[in-house]
Nanobody
Framework: QVQLVETGGGLVQAGGSLRLSCAAS????????MGWYRQAPGKQRELVAV???????DYVDSVKGRFTISRDSAKNMLYLQMNSLKPGDTAVYYC?????????WGQGTQVTVSS
């Protein structure tokens, strides 16, 4: 298991940027997959971006070209750089780690984008 704590959310105007951080309680170098999910009010939680062991990444279509996920194993950190934010990006963002025997979630951080 791994404990995850997200920070970096907040209120930003449309077109602005935020960087979310996810601090892990242990080394994340060997974790198969780490990702960011989001859940807007009244909607299901959706995968935003994923970083897979070996370096491959994937993004939901709505954020491609605007968001960048990165993993810093030396610091046990996962990041999500969010640029050109839109009101539709407003949601609670969750960090997730998946490995062979567990799936761990953080408590979430609120991102609000005003028009």
């Amino acid at each position: 298991q791994v404990q995850l704590v997200e920070t970096g959310g907040g209120l930003v105007q449309a077109g602005g940027s935020l960087r979310l951080s996810c601090a892990a309680s242990r080394n994340i170098f060997s974790i198969n997959s780490m990702g960011w999910y989001r859940q807007a009010p009244g909607k299901q939680r959706e995968l935003v971006a994923v970083d897979n062991i070996g370096g491959s990444t994937d993004y939901v279509d709505s954020v491609k070209g605007r968001f960048t996920i990165s993993r810093d194993s030396a610091k046990n950190m996962l990041y999500l750089q969010m640029n050109s934010l839109k009101p539709g990006d407003t949601a609670v963002y969750y960090c997730n780690a998946v490995d062979r025997y567990f799936s761990s979630w953080g408590q979430g951080t609120q991102v609000t984008v005003s028009s």
